[in-house]
Structure formats: structure tokens, C-alpha cells
């Protein structure tokens, strides 16, 4: 029986990327918010999509793009009994191979604050998309890393929990959604805390946005590079994720170049 291959959302962005290359965490987060979509959860709390996870993202995006449809109009679809996205896909598939996803064969997205979420829903910061609670994200999915609620991480930052909804809604934490609420681990309350330091120097919450924008482009970017190795698996895939913390320092000594270069102030240790 051959094992179930699981991908991180940067990797599913990596695949989706060259037949749709619009496509952005935050897109897939909100699909995910509207229940069109129910990754499962890894111990620590990161969400974790399998083929048949990506197959029906591959195919919401496809009626998005060629059909407009909206998303009472996709969870219409895929509610009917016995109606499996990877039927669709495989009629259409026999008109040629798809492309394959390529880091350099599509347009980069226009830097904007207000990219859309999806099609039919503009995301803003603003208005959170309406939640829809899934069986995929219950109580037990949540590991020891993520335990506090938004109140206790509000207690810990020292700010109101109206201040770590402002994060969330901007997608800079996020928390595991249960029954009873949500509870967040230690990126949260590490993301928190700065954001906390940012805005008492000055910052509105919103603009803090371009951290997660910066962010959701480079994580692309890189698992993109990295896609390959990390579908094999074993020894090939710890390489990849290796490879990838090694990336991401080496991106991060250049962004704090480029401040210290801007600001004329060392950014070092």
C-alpha cells in the first residue's frame, strides 16, 4: 500500500503555481475559513494537505478562473452525494498533460495591500472571513505548542485580545481553530510580542500587513525551488527542508543588509 504523500501549504502553492498562478496562502486559507477545504493538522498545529486535498484546491480554482463561480456555488458542487472533484479533473486531464510548475514561467503578483482572497470575496483587513468549523480541527489536533487561548496570549503581550484579533484577522498569527474557540502556540506569541514593540513605536496594526505579504511570497518562492525534493520524501525531503532553513537565513541576513544599508543602523546579533 503505497504511503499518503502530505504537503505544507507552501509546498501546495508550489503545485498549484503553474496552473494557477494567482494562487496565495492566503487564498487557500480562505477556502480553507469557508470549509471548501479541511487540511488535517501536524502535532505542532501546521496544517498538512494530502493529493485529494490539493486535487479539489486544483479544481475550486479552476471553476474560480474559468467560471466565476462563487463560493455558495462551489459548496453546492461539492456537497452533491458522491461527487468527486478528481473525476472532473481527470476528463480534462486527457486533453494533454498539465504544466509543469515552474519558479520562473509566471508573472509575479502586483504588490498591493489589498490582494483578494479570492475572486468572488475580496479579503480586507477589516472583515475576517466568516469561519466555518471542520472535523479535521477538533480539540485533539492541538499539540503542546499550541495552548493558549487569545486571552492568554493577549495577557502575556499585555495588549487586548481586540489587538491579537487585529493579528489573526491579518493573518500575522494564527490560531488552531476548535469547538471551543481558538488557541495559538509559540509563533504566535513570538509574532505578538514584536507586533506589540512595532505598534507601541508607532506602527498601526495594518501596517504590519507587509510583513505577512513578504513573508507568503518568499515561503512560495522557496518551496517552489525546493518542490521536487520534498515530494520524494525521506532522505530527499529532510535534505529540501534543510536546504530551505538554510534559504530563508540567507534571505533574512539580506533583508537586515538592506535595512542597515537604508537606515544607516547596525541590525547585527
Known sequence: ???????????????????????????IRTLEDEGLVSPTRTPTGYRSFDDADVDRLRWIL????????????????LDEPGFDPRDELEERSMQGPLPVPSLFDHAEPEDTDDEPAVPSTPETPAKAP??????????????????????????AVGESIHFINQLDRLGLIEGLRTDNGSVYGEDSLLIAKAAASLTSAGLEVRHLRMYRVAADREAGILAQLKSAQLRKGGAAGDSARA?????????????????????????DG
Open 130 to 155: 466568516k469561519p466555518r468549523r471542520s472535523p479535521s480541527k477538533s480539540a485533539s489536533a492541538v499539540g503542546s505548542s499550541a495552548s493558549m487561548t487569545a486571552g492568554e496570549l493577549a495577557g
Open 1 to 27: 500500500m503505497a504511503a499518503i504523500r502530505e504537503y505544507a501549504i507552501g509546498e501546495v502553492i508550489s503545485l498549484l503555481s503553474g496552473e494557477h498562478p494567482d494562487v496565495t496562502i492566503s487564498k
Open 243 to 267: 536546504d530551505l532553513r538554510d534559504l530563508a537565513d540567507h534571505g533574512d541576513r539580506i533583508r537586515r543588509a538592506i535595512l542597515h544599508r537604508e537606515l544607516g543602523v547596525p541590525l
Open 62 to 77: 479552476q471553476q474560480q478562473r474559468e467560471h466565476q463561480w462563487s463560493l455558495e456555488q462551489l459548496r453546492g458542487r
